[in-house]
């Protein structure tokens, strides 16, 4: 029979620690590859996927992720096809459950980004072809890998403990972000604010990560203790897409959780400053944003090579994380 286990990208959770440091190597090996423009490279990559297609099944607004999947699509010789909510027959004349089977049947992998994370469960459970969850309300693999990919280009991890410390919301990225560090050993310190908890499943695989690999983790509500000695101070939009109705309340919240200049004193000397974008006034100011501490433009370079990488393991390798 040709019935074969197909690995989809969920979430860093779904990945053993070697996996996903095999991931972050990888993206690191195609960001030199892209960069040296050698054309012979070059041609042996397009044509992994040449002549072949790669569906995008956006429900939500993106920047990033949209242009480095079909960068990545590209650079294998894959045709990317966009297909947004108002596209295609999804959500108004066809179930989720019919679309996957017809689109999985003719592409390659599917790039998937969701409201509900039950949608991208349902997605994997019935395509014939790898799901790369490109953000649900729960997860963000993608940007937890160039994450990952950032701070190792910024810092010696293996010589030094790097910790990070969120200042934000209980959110997509930060479940992702957070076991992947853990998982790569570096520590997490996340301050969210008094009413809003992580979620209990994430503490748990936080808490048993922590354990297994010596990196210490701590949830906290002050900014201050989490900030305190960190090498990677990161934070992220206040109110993700979907809360928009939230607005007003959740601004109240997040207040004296915005990362400044006088936050930021109780960091590393060097520290670097991370945000996924995109960045609204809210959750930064410009002098941190713009400062010489930022690294965002350099961490959202890197969604392509993330992307890149993604579909050279779930879909050219088939899930195969072992190279070299
Ligand atoms: N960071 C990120 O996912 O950005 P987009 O929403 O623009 O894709
Ligand atoms: N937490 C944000 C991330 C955007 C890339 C959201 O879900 O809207």
New binding site residues.
């Given amino acids: 029979s040709n019935i074969r286990v197909i690995r989809h990208l969920i979430s860093i959770k779904d990945l053993a620690d070697d996996e996903l440091r095999s991931l972050v190597r990888r993206a690191a090996y195609f960001k030199r590859i892209f960069k040296a423009n050698d054309q012979e490279e070059f041609l042996e990559n397009h044509m992994k996927l040449l002549g072949r297609t790669v569906g995008l099944l956006f429900s939500k607004?993106?920047?990033?992720?949209?242009i480095s999947s079909e960068g990545a699509a590209a650079f294998f010789g894959a045709h990317p096809m966009f297909l947004g909510k108002d596209d295609i027959q999804l959500g108004v004349n066809e179930s989720l459950y019919d679309s996957v089977h017809v689109i999985s049947s003719m592409v390659s992998c599917i790039f998937a980004r969701v409201n509900n994370h039950s949608d991208i469960r349902e997605l994997a459970i019935n395509s014939s072809v790898p799901i790369i969850n490109s953000?649900c309300d729960r997860f963000?693999p993608l940007?937890a890998i160039c994450d990952m990919l950032t701070i190792k280009e910024n810092f010696n991890c293996t010589q030094n403990k790097i910790k990070i410390a969120w200042v934000g919301d209980a959110n997509n990225v930060i479940n992702d972000m957070a076991i992947a560090a853990l998982k790569l050993g570096m520590d997490v310190a996340v301050a969210t604010p008094e009413s809003i908890e992580m979620d209990e499943e994430i503490v748990a695989i936080a808490k048993e990560t922590s354990a297994r690999t010596g990196a210490t983790v701590l949830f906290t509500h002050c900014p201050k203790e989490a900030v305190k000695d960190a090498n990677v101070v990161v934070t992220d939009t206040f109110v993700s897409m979907g809360e928009e109705y939230m607005y007003q309340a959740k601004l109240k919240q997040f207040s004296g959780f915005a990362v400044d200049a006088e936050l930021c004193k109780h960091a590393a000397p060097d520290f670097k400053f991370m945000h996924?974008?995109?960045r609204h006034k809210e959750e930064v100011t410009d002098e941190i944003f713009y400062g010489e501490n930022s690294i965002v433009f350099q961490q959202a370079e890197n969604r392509l090579y993330a992307a890149i990488a993604a579909i050279d393991v779930f879909v050219n390798r088939k899930g195969n994380f072992a190279f070299e």
């Fill in positions: 607004r993106s920047t990033r992720t949209r953000l963000h940007q996924c974008l995109p």
